[in-house]
């Protein structure tokens, strides 16, 4: 239904917070059909179709070497695998061709054996320059939580682990009454230089 | 169908948001006996702080509010949207948001409780722009006063730090202690620029208060906090309900009907979800119902009697939309980290801005830095630029730690032109038409945007920004008003300066849309010291009756 | 009737004595002076018309101030030292607390101490000659204070804890007499009488129940040079009356002096064994932690108080000397150890911060789904903005972490539930600790029986010593309890 929109590519009709608004309630509304009726969720987790999905990924090692491939794009060593299964089901059930690129992303991991999450991202724009769009998809699971417009972690975001010296995620601050008038962490300008080409930036509109 | 049961009461009360059941407090108080219908269901805080969290785009205030299909509100401040249309030049610019359950919008507001400067009543008298009220400062002074306490405002001592509103009692509660992020705007704009950083009043507890506890910083007052530390008007209900007020929840009022002489109000009917019409009698009536809501029920009133509308002899009903239409900018500072997002939501103002001899020229506005958290929109921008890793870690918090967020309410003036009508093609299931608006910001707004614009400009400069990011277009506030205006002349207002209306002796409307100008500071506080005075007027008139 | 245990022993006294008014020894003490408080109008905010607005430096919760000011120029001629004296030993036995109304003045009584034969309200022990204890002489002032028999010769109900006080020393009991009719301000209003119904309406029940139970012997001499042991013991057993809630009661609710602290239910609030117990005590506390708990109403990573001991911390404990709370801090640590039937375990030993990611199903529901939630999202929605997703309360603890916390580490549910209906108000120089309740009064979430019950059973799982398997009905009978 992206597609079909005016005939237009997604990066034109994408370009104001409005049509980016209407762009994600479109897909919202497509996939609620498409889930209509499926029934309760399995485990708490998922729905039943999605369930599934992540049997039959996690049995097939797909979700392993998503884990894998999400370890080094964070230069991690260790992410929570139940928070990598619900993103993969999710990233997957968004954008159905990701489960090919995924396992491309992995492939070449397999293959090149990069040091560095930069090493690797930059390798795979290189060989394919969609696979970015999917480096995107990944990080904002496990960065943000969230894979196909809905909320896989909230509090558990790697964005609050890497700040939690400073600020709380809103709705869990734990520092006591007037915490806030302490003075918070000094930072460093980084140092380091992107991976990937950059791509337009838009506020999400309220 | 028509309900057999016919409901009644001293007082019939439209609304229960902070207008509506402040008044219908007051009121059980006195022993007056009240009903409150309120189109919306009751809610609790829980399933909002669930649902907040379950929501992805957690900058959406509307978001964890998804409307009941009997009374719905805008789902977004987007362009066109499911309920509420606008039209016009700066359509996107009056793209409203408000929310029809027990409480009212209140739920998800930030708190800030301005009282209006005594020149925002006498615009035309002072700078020859807009209108006047018809009532002063003065006047709403003791009501102000006391809806400071009946909501817990917490503001700066008056010695040190005088808002312009002249008080005669100090604030109920201590100013909130301010964050580091705040403290070090505030001394950057006091050493480096000629204006000034104020406290903002706030209905915010900075102690226990009225059984709620002390503010914990949660930063998320919008769209909502989730320890009752800050007023709703969900609190005025249950205080109104202990006092023996009634409310009726799922009622959804869609006519007014009058006497034969057209000049008092002798019943209100409403709907229930299953389309059930029911007839509620009194002697007197408010409608508080959100400046929006207010004049879609008065037009939807319209009949034989009043083809125009109810209390609509001057035509004025649904004209005169105002807003604090501002601008808004988020940039990435170049100083020394600020870590916003540690505390509550807004508690800093430039208000320097706020009055001046220009007035006669463009519009007044304040400022706010915002202090919100900034993890999410760092890491968005961090991916976008291309970041992965260890590298993205270190932008994220870089970026977290130095984003700056301003925005600004500007002020509108009444134009009739700016007018809210029936929808023609969309209705709701109960078969009531939503409300359209058209909307064309006044060039008196415009100006006050640019001048925001300069200032906003050379703030950027001043802390070394970059990454600007400028929300297109012009920023709605959500602070809607005007629509049933107040004057002194029934040819060209809807109510007097007591919120009675013009036409029916019997009928108040409590709300921002009697506002003859919108001023500055956000509306919530005004919409509840006229409803306080309303509830004056009807205490005085039903006991001396 | 609240608690089955208490309910037993009344219908056994009942039988006794054809008389059940005894069972007012159980509803001793501050535990009401909260327990009335949801049954007044909820506190409204108060508009400039009717009532002043809440000062900054006082909260609006209705606690009266514990001392009154000095409002009449001496009348006994008593000297400053002793004047001060009694003043102490008022705050340290008490009396405010029973004998003062919510918002009311102090000492001008109109308590409302609910027991289950009927309200006992407490009386004006103001100077007042009409409404208090004005006209009372010296002797008839001990009378009542260490003997339970008022002025006109009439046996109090035990609800006043006189077997306590009967422990004072006489010079003790003098400058609290001095005091009263020197300092306090006299206030010429009456309570309403207590009305309890027949058979528990006759006085001269107390009578018998007066003399076949056990009183505290007089202390003699200077209470002031006391050992510390011995000053201990004073302060205890007989000013703070600490066996009063805390000493299980026998089939006469006389307190089981062989079970001296060992904790009793309170009919509601239950009120700990706080023996020197390793297990079922307080035995693995050091003095200082105990000083610590009496001066500010808690113990960081271990115990705060709430409902009636927050009460008596905030009025009494809280306010007196270091040495004093040292010297009760020693006797209490050596009091006899006694095993509980339920609790094996220290109640502060239980449980670890929590980590598990928050994975999320839902998407925002419509405004009127109030549909119930299970144990962890009820935690979640209600309690985790303060106590933390992980149980770990505020870094400054101000929201107490919930492992390794007496209340939830508790076999007996009760203050548990009842922290969660009633919350927290608790004012001592360490500052102020607040909670919000959940009952049908809150502003900030009213909490059905099913969801106390589900969150009770969630906390005690997953940070104290198991799931308490509490009913909605259990529930319920702790809401009407007070």
Known sequence: MQQDRNGLPPAEWCATPNAMRLNRLMRMARRDALMGGLGLSVAGLFSSAQAQTAQTAAQSGEVGRFMAVSERLTDRTTLDSRIGTALYVGIVHANPDRQAKIQALATLLENSKPTSAAEFARAAEHEDPSLKEVIHDILAGWYRGVADGKVVVYRSALMFDITKDAVYPKTYATGGPFYWVSKPPEVARPTGKPALTPSPFVIEPT | ?545 | MPNTFMSSLIKGVYTLFGSSALIGALAAMPAQAQGTAPNTPPAAPSTPATATPPKAEAPTADTPAPAPAPAQAATTGADAATLERGAYIATAADCVACHTKPGGIPYAGGLKISTPMGDVISTNITPDPEHGIGAYTEQEFDQAVRHGVRRDGAYLYPVMPYVSYAGMTDQDVHALYLWFKDSVKPVATQPKPTELSFPANMRSAMAAWNFVTTKEQPETGDSATYDPMRRGRYLTTALEHCGTCHTPRNFMLSEKQDHFLAGASLGAWYAPNVTSSKTSGIGTWSEDDLVAYLRTGRLKGHAQAAGPMGEAVEHSTSKLTDKDLHAIAAYVLQVPAMEDDLEHKPRDSFGAAQDTPDLRTKEPTRIDDLSEMDGPHIYDANCSACHGHNGAGTLDQYAPSLFANSTVGSMRPDNLVMTILHGVNRNTKDGHAGMPGFDSHSDVQRLSNSEIAKLTNYLTATYGSGDAHVTPEKVEEFRKAL
């Not at chain 2, 906003?456 to 990454?467: A, S, V």
Request: proline share 7%; net charge negative.
């Open chain 2, 1 to 545: 169908m028509s309900s057999e049961q016919t409901l009644s009461a001293d007082v019939v009360i439209v609304g229960s948001g902070v207008a509506g059941s402040s008044i219908a407090n007051e009121l059980a108080r006195a022993g007056i006996s009240v009903i409150v219908l309120e189109a919306g269901p009751r809610v609790d805080r829980q399933h909002f702080v669930d649902n907040f969290r379950n929501l992805e785009n957690k900058p959406s205030y509307q978001g964890p509010f998804p409307a009941v299909p009997w009374a719905r509100h805008p789902p977004n401040q987007m362009t066109p949207n499911e309920y509420l249309h606008t039209s016009g030049p700066n359509a996107e610019a009056y793209q409203q948001v408000y929310l029809r359950m027990m409480g009212g919008t209140t739920w998800h507001w930030a708190g800030c409780a301005w009282r209006y400067l005594p020149s925002d009543f006498e615009l035309k008298t002072r700078y020859g722009q807009g209108r006047d009220w018809a009532l002063s400062y003065d006047d709403l002074e003791p009501f102000y006063y006391q809806a400071e306490v009946m909501m817990g405002v917490c503001g700066p001592d008056p010695a040190k730090e005088d808002l312009g509103s002249p008080r005669k009692q100090p604030y109920p509660m201590e100013a909130l202690p301010i964050s580091y992020a705040a403290q070090q705007f505030r001394k950057l704009i006091n050493e480096k620029t000629p204006y000034r950083v104020v406290h903002e009043p706030q209905a915010r507890n900075t102690r226990p208060y009225d059984n709620r506890p002390t503010c914990e910083g949660h930063n998320n007052c919008m769209p909502i906090c989730p320890i009752g530390a800050m007023y709703n008007g969900g609190y005025s209900v249950y205080h109104a309900e202990a006092a023996g007020a009634k409310f009726v929840p799922n009622a959804v009022v869609y006519r007014i009907e009058r006497d034969s002489a057209n000049k008092r109000v002798t019943a209100v009917h409403y709907m229930d979800p299953d389309k059930g019409s029911h007839r509620v009698t009194g002697k007197y009536f408010v409608i508080a119902a959100h400046c929006i809501e207010t004049a879609k029920l008065l037009l939807v009133s319209a009949d034989d009697q009043s083809p125009n509308g109810v209390a609509n002899s001057s035509g004025h009903v649904g004209r005169n939309m105002m807003d604090h239409t501002g601008v808004q900018v988020t940039f990435i500072s170049g100083d020394k980290a600020l870590w916003p997002g540690r505390g509550p939501l807004e508690t800093n103002v430039i208000d320097n801005f706020r009055d001046g001899s220009w007035r006669s020229e463009r519009g007044a506005y304040l400022v706010h830095m915002v202090d919100d958290n900034q993890v999410d929109l760092a890491t968005q921008l961090a991916i976008s630029k291309g970041y992965v890793g260890k590298d993205l870690e270190e932008q994220i918090r870089y970026l977290a730690a130095h984003t700056v967020r301003l925005f600004s309410h500007n002020e509108a003036l009444p134009d009739p032109e700016n007018r809210l009508t029936l929808s023609k093609t969309n209705k709701d299931i109960l078969g009531i038409p939503h409300p359209d608006v058209y909307y064309k910001l006044p060039d008196y707004t415009v100006k006050s945007c640019e001048h925001t614009r300069g200032v906003f400009k050379d703030l950027i400069g001043l802390m070394h920004g970059t990454d600007e990011q400028w929300t297109p277009g012009y920023f709605p506030q959500d602070h809607p008003s005007g629509s049933t205006i107040m004057g002194t002349d029934p040819k060209d207002s809807v109510v007097d300066g007591f919120c009675r209306t013009h036409d029916h002796e019997n009928l108040f409307i409590a709300s921002s849309s009697v506002f003859s100008t919108v001023g500055t500071g956000n509306i919530t506080l005004t919409v509840a010291a006229l409803a306080l005075r309303v509830a004056d007027t009807l205490k005085k008139e039903l006991v001396h009756a």
